[in-house]
């Protein structure tokens, strides 16, 4: 069963594969109607259940669109109108009923450990769109729209600037894979997740944590950052937007990138919070395509999956 759980626990010629798949689908489609499947119809006949615990916009649509454009079909359901989510269902016995009815499985989820048991117990495959740890088809999806418009990723220079949050621990695992350099810059409280950081030291050297936002801005091909608060943040929200004051991305910021980097957010944003309205819209700024390389990357990870079964 090929789950796609996180990038780690995927070799990264098969992230590869996915990319490039996922390129020539996007190219092949030119100007056809959005919801016009794509002449192969992959998955005729093949359906996507996604399931959220916790709002989206990109990914809902995406992977919606996605599907239809393979040929499939899919089916939205939100946690809370499921007897699981309201505690009525155990998750052995709603992954049987998920693993009879489905294809495959899309489960955006508030604990990465819901996600991991799901994959222990379907019988179809599971993606991740999203738990509290990680964010893989975020940054899958962010490396195809980097190449896009830098070329090859290998050897460039990233900087995060903001919360060590979930989609920094997915673009930890892409630098050790995709070989990358990637300078965090976060306040001392807001590290990214250790395990994954380990797993990457095991790999390669290409990160460095440091809390000096121009350390991390320097000479960087892309500045990336995400909300200061992400969905299911606990603990004193005030005292954290605080400790992240210095941690903007604005032009000052990024005037010490090179003169032609790009600045990619995984959106939602807050102008003003993370990023300033200047950055975010302007010249340099990526984010529309990144969002829209979404559906194209989805279409690379749900035949991925279903290939392998
Ligand atoms: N970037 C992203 O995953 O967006 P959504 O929360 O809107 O799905
Ligand atoms: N870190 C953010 C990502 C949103 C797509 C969150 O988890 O809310």
Redesign the pocket.
Known sequence: MKHFLDLSLISKQELRQIIENSKARKKNRSSKGKVLPDKDKPLEGKLLLMVFE?P?T??RLSFDLAMRQLGGETIVMNSENLHLGIGGETIEDTARVFSSFSDIVMLRTFEHSTLVKFSELLTVPIING?T?DS?PC?ILSDVMTFEEIKGPIVGKKIAWIG?G???TNSLMEASALFDFKLTIACPKNFLPSKKVLNWSKKINNNITIVHDPKDAAENSDCIMT??W?????KGDLKKKRKAFKDFKVNSKLLKLAKKDAIFMH???AKRGEEVSAEVIDGKQSVVWQQAENRLHCQKGIIEWCLKGK
């Open positions: 916790k989206s990109r990914t999203l509290n964010h975020q919360d949050n979930n989609v995400d909300k608060i992400s969905m299911g943040d995984d959106l939602p």
